[in-house]
């Protein structure tokens, strides 16, 4: 994908990529002093069965998996009971991969059942996978319009959005987050073989998550840090989990989950003062803390600075999160990634930014943020090309359980 700065900013009268910056942010644990203990050990398994899926709260200490997949598939299923095979099929494959265990021996006489990717016994890894539909699948083909989410639609591109069709949209989502980069492959090829001829990918990125340096939330690739504000707990369930009454009755559990790929324009981005850079994101680029306080937690006082002062009002942090009561239930959860492609055909780094956001209400909360964010002063640097709106779908309640099996029965 090239990118010219030139011809970037000939489009760059409104932005929207700031929300994967740092605004709705990351899960992550900085203490009250922006300090952090040393990093937990990384969960060897998450539950599979449960009202929700894995993978959008994740549960205990470490947060989030260090590293994540984001792959869009087009269903090529002949039927509605072809995509409830699908989905079964995808359900067994996701149990196991995320449990562990010892493959089937076939025989020689035939391939093996697995890559052995991981050795002759799959371990879990801290592996989930959270599978999400986009709108396309409610079309005329499976006869499920009248079931659509009520808020699913085919993603916004906003004024500052370079959509590139190749990286947009899809059937279905899957998420899939891990403790180590090669039991992500190994799960999206081991899935891929198994549903061949009913599911074909449309586009795939993987993504990694930085450790802490030197504490507290790790950093995007424009140096910042990039989870400090992230809701947790109750709060976080009481924004992420659809109980609306009026959507469609199999739906309640599920997420509406953004997914936008953003790309950073870090060679532009490294010619800029520090000063300038501070500004336009709201914090200090060393410790993570707002530029009215002293610690990366500390919470920033935007009554005691009406006019922007100190924290200018265009900041992205003052914008994305206004902290008022008016704004409270239009915070997201996010659980994004850094990116990594190499260089594009001008030998420029091609890298960025996997934004990840769940909500109970695409429209309340990521849109209005997102319209919040237009012309901040970080669209120079940032350009969101891809990505979609999907709903993460309930989750596998039990052994008999599949997903989506409310939908399709």
């Not at 929207?16 to 040393?38: F, Y």
């Not at 598939?73 to 149990?95: C, H, N, P, W, Y």
């Not at 808020?151 to 949209?169: E, I, V, Y």
Request: glycine share 10%.
């Amino acid at each position: 994908m090239s990118v010219s700065r030139r011809n970037f900013l000939k489009g760059a009268a409104a932005g929207s990529a700031g929300t994967a910056l740092a605004g709705g942010v990351l899960i992550g644990g900085a203490r009250a002093d922006g300090s952090t203990a040393q990093a937990p050990p990384a969960p060897r398994s998450y539950p599979f069965h449960g009202t929700h899926q894995a993978g959008v709260l994740t549960p205990g200490p470490a947060a989030k998996q260090s590293f994540a997949c984001f792959a869009a598939f087009d269903s090529i299923a002949r039927s509605k009971a072809e995509l409830a095979g699908l989905m079964q099929v995808l359900t067994q494959r996701a149990r196991f991969l995320t449990s562990g265990g010892t493959p089937p021996d076939l025989g020689i006489g035939q391939p093996p059942s697995d890559s052995e990717v991981l050795g002759p016994s799959v371990p879990a890894d801290g592996l989930t996978v959270t599978t999400s539909v986009g709108s396309s699948l409610f079309d005329e083909r499976f006869g499920l319009g009248h079931l659509k989410p009520r808020k699913l639609t085919p993603m916004r591109a906003f004024p500052n959005d370079a959509p590139d069709p190749a990286w947009l949209h899809g059937d279905l989502l899957l998420q899939l987050c891990a403790n180590h980069p090669d039991t992500i492959h190994h799960a999206i090829r081991d899935i891929t073989r198994h549903t061949r001829g009913a599911m074909q990918l449309r586009w795939k990125m993987a993504g990694y998550n930085s450790p802490p340096r030197p504490s507290g939330t790790s950093r995007n690739l424009l140096g910042f840090k990039d989870g400090t504000a992230n809701p947790v707990g109750p709060l976080a369930s009481s924004l992420v989990w659809v109980d609306d009454p009026r959507e469609p009755q199999w739906a309640p559990g599920g997420s509406y989950q953004v997914v936008r790929l953003i790309r950073m324009l870090v060679e532009f981005w490294d010619r800029v003062s520090i000063n300038e850079q501070e500004g336009m994101f709201g914090r200090r680029r060393d410790t993570g803390a707002p530029l009215d306080g002293n610690a990366e937690s500390d919470t920033p006082d935007y009554r005691a600075d009406p006019h922007g002062n100190v924290i200018p009002l265009d900041a992205h942090i003052r914008l994305a999160n206004p902290r008022t009561p008016a704004t409270a239930d239009q915070r997201i959860v996010r659980r994004s990634y850094n990116y990594d492609l190499g260089v594009d055909q001008n030998g420029n780094v091609q890298a960025g930014h996997v934004f990840v956001a769940y909500q109970k209400d695409m429209r309340r909360q990521f849109e209005t943020i997102q319209e919040r964010l237009i012309n901040e002063p970080l669209v120079d640097y940032v350009q969101p090309f891809g990505g979609g709106y999907f709903y993460a779908l309930p989750g596998v309640a039990h052994a008999r359980d599949w997903y989506g099996r409310a939908l399709l029965s």
